[in-house]
């Protein structure tokens, strides 16, 4: 199993652009999340679904689209990008299990945008 | 406003030692509580979960202890190793039931050879 798969690894955009961070998970779990790392803040949820064709909002949305189409594939779209979406972008997920979910994460997508 | 905090950025313990790391959180509805460690360029790894009907968890070197009166959460790593070190998040679900996680700012352990 490759786990969570996330890419590119690496991205610079400028201000304005588009672009989409693909996630993929080979484990059949039903839910699937996008998370931010910055300095000093932690991990915060961007959106979450938890299963194909159910997506929801987590804590900071606003710039970011996401659709799931199927159950291995969580896209995450940054639809203008700005400079205050500088940041790590981590894909996890898990199955749906009341006190026994655990998340497994991907490596991340470090992107800037100047 | 924060609901689950990390008070501590970093933390450095001699190899062989006791590393106690510490979680408070805000909310007394939460009922599920983990701890992840991530390396540097890696994501988060699960480490340890513990429900609020319990007050201990045990897994190999590692304990988390609840503390429900307190609202905190503590991480025992004994005895500490140098591959230990990292950064450690502490987090846990909103008390709707839905899969929408909240973690901790993290610290930063570095165990010393």
């Known amino acids: 199993n490759a786990g969570v798969t996330q890419t590119p690894k690496f991205q610079v955009l400028k201000t304005g652009q588009s672009m989409t961070l693909q996630c993929a998970q080979d484990?059949?779990?039903?839910?699937m999340s996008w998370y931010r790392q910055d300095p000093g803040m932690g991990l915060r949820l961007i959106h979450y679904?938890?299963?194909?064709?159910?997506?929801d909002q987590g804590e900071v949305p606003n710039g970011y689209n996401v659709s799931r189409s199927t159950t291995e594939d969580f896209p995450l779209r940054l639809l203008s990008a700005a400079p205050s979406q500088t940041s790590v972008y981590f894909c996890?997920?898990?199955?749906?299990?009341?006190?026994?979910?655990?998340?497994?994460f991907g490596p991340g997508t470090r992107l800037t945008v100047l | 406003d924060q609901q689950v905090k990390q008070n501590s950025p970093s933390l450095s313990v001699q190899e062989g030692r006791i590393s106690i790391l510490n979680c408070d959180y805000t909310n007394s509805m939460f009922d599920y509580f983990l701890w992840y460690k991530k390396y540097p360029a890696e994501g988060p790894t699960f480490l340890i979960s513990?429900?609020?009907?319990?007050d201990k968890n045990e897994d190999g070197r590692f304990t988390v202890f609840l503390n429900k009166s307190a609202k905190h959460l503590s991480l025992h790593i004994v005895p500490s190793q140098p591959g230990d070190s990292a950064v450690y998040f502490c987090?846990?679900?909103?008390?709707?039931?839905?899969?929408?996680?909240?973690f901790g700012t993290g610290t930063r352990l570095k165990v010393l050879a």
């Open positions: 987090a846990t679900r909103r008390p709707s039931g839905t899969y929408k996680y909240i």
């Open positions: 484990m059949n779990h039903e839910y």
């Open positions: 996890a997920s898990s199955y749906r299990g009341y006190l026994t979910d655990t998340q497994y």
């Open positions: 513990i429900s609020s009907i319990k």
């Open positions: 679904s938890v299963g194909a064709g159910i997506t």
